[in-house]
């Protein structure tokens, strides 16, 4: 696979890169998965010769092709897909599909991470074409049990709504696909932003070969897509520039960073403002091993100066407020140049010990991984 394109940015010592898709990752005509591929092979003889609307992404949008004799046709002829790939596509049931008008061979969309070494994939929704879920290192990254990639992530984002009005500022920490970002961004409309971090650079890959994450890089929503460390890239936003923020990051068992730790949710509380409102993905607080997560990070939420943190079953997470108070650098360091200690500082000082406890916590549930 290509390497990817980026344009690097410098900003308070702190280094990142903005991505740009490269062109060998967005060439693809159509992706195709055993939904749509199923609902296209009966076009063969009910439709022969003719030119049809249909969709080729995925069922975002619809496109005209032509019928023939050997396979889908491009309105100049040109092969995009045969009829014994489609029903390779269909009976296989599995994965999502990259066709080109050059009539090479679909490519069933996968890579391995070369940054993190997990491989990933694209993975359809169970019951009909739509948008897509990824599978990284074996884990989706959205909840498909009777929900959809779709409605996991309006949950999500039902979370935090109050906070995403027109002109709001919001920071997704975990990009993924995209789903958050460009459903944030479509609430906080072309006055608002969104920054979203991505770290795995195969997540970034899935992004550009999935139709529905197209409006993370075209331009129509007011986004900036960042690839690094979110735990290193937060630290050159500004204390209290974010209305809201999602944080959603993957398994337990894939994180490369320290996106669970008391220091990461600290600076998350230093960059929203007094009155915003995070949204913590954990998931199923009835499975064993998330259900002993919740405790850990509620814990640290609170330490690191979040307000009003509970349990927000909807979406497999948790929501908090910052308090009635703006937090600066100085805050987050806990005390003040010349011997001077700040208010939240003496606050976490009386906390010792319940602080402590929360770390005791963070080390032994390091080992245990996030099932989704």
Not at 133 to 154: E, I, Q, S, W, Y
Not at 273 to 278: A, D, N, R, S, V
Not at 293 to 318: E, P, Q, S, T
Request: aromatic residues 8%; hydrophobic residues 35%.
């Amino acid at each position: 696979m290509p390497s990817c394109l980026f344009a690097l940015l410098v900003s308070f010592g702190v280094s990142f890169e903005q991505f740009r898709p490269p062109p060998d990752w967005i060439n693809w005509s159509g992706v195709l998965d055993h939904h749509l591929a199923s609902s296209l092979l009966p076009l063969k003889e009910a439709a022969a010769g003719r030119t049809v609307l249909t969709s080729l992404d995925l069922g975002r949008t619809k496109q005209s092709v032509r019928i023939g004799d050997e396979g889908l046709l491009t309105s100049t002829d040109s092969l995009l897909v045969t009829w014994d790939e489609l029903k390779e596509i269909a009976d296989k049931r599995s994965g999502c599909h990259a066709i080109y008008e050059d009539g090479s061979k679909p490519f069933r969309v996968s890579t391995i991470s070369k940054n993190t070494g997990i491989p990933a994939s694209l993975c359809p929704p169970l019951q009909s074409s739509g948008p897509p879920t990824m599978v990284l290192g074996g884990f989706t990254m959205h909840r498909l049990v009777d929900t959809n990639p779709k409605d996991d992530t309006a949950a999500k984002i039902n979370a935090i709504t109050s906070a995403l009005f027109p002109g709001a500022k919001v920071l997704d920490t975990c990009c993924g696909l995209g789903y958050t970002a460009c459903l944030a961004a479509e609430r906080v409309g072309s006055a608002g932003s969104v920054t979203t971090v991505e770290y795995d650079q195969a997540s970034l890959e899935m992004c550009c070969y999935n139709p529905h994450s197209k409006a993370l890089f075209d331009g129509s929503l007011p986004i900036r897509v960042l690839q690094g460390d979110a735990c290193e890239i937060i630290k050159s936003f500004e204390d209290n520039s974010f209305n809201a923020i999602c944080h959603d990051p993957p398994a337990r068992a894939l994180t490369r960073t320290d996106v669970f730790s008391l220091s990461f949710y600290k600076q998350l509380r230093r960059v929203l403002k007094p009155q915003g409102t995070l949204f913590h993905y954990i998931g199923d607080v009835k499975s064993k091993e998330s259900g002993r997560l919740y405790k850990g990070v509620i814990d640290r939420l609170h330490d690191a100066g979040f307000a009003n943190v509970k349990r927000y079953d909807a979406a497999f997470g948790l929501v908090a407020s910052g308090s009635t108070r703006r937090m600066t650098s100085v805050d987050e360091e806990g005390g003040r140049e010349g011997g001077g200690k700040s208010k939240e500082g003496l606050f976490r000082r009386r906390r010792s010990g319940r602080e402590r406890m929360a770390a005791t916590d963070g080390e032994e549930e390091e080992e245990e991984p996030l099932f989704l």
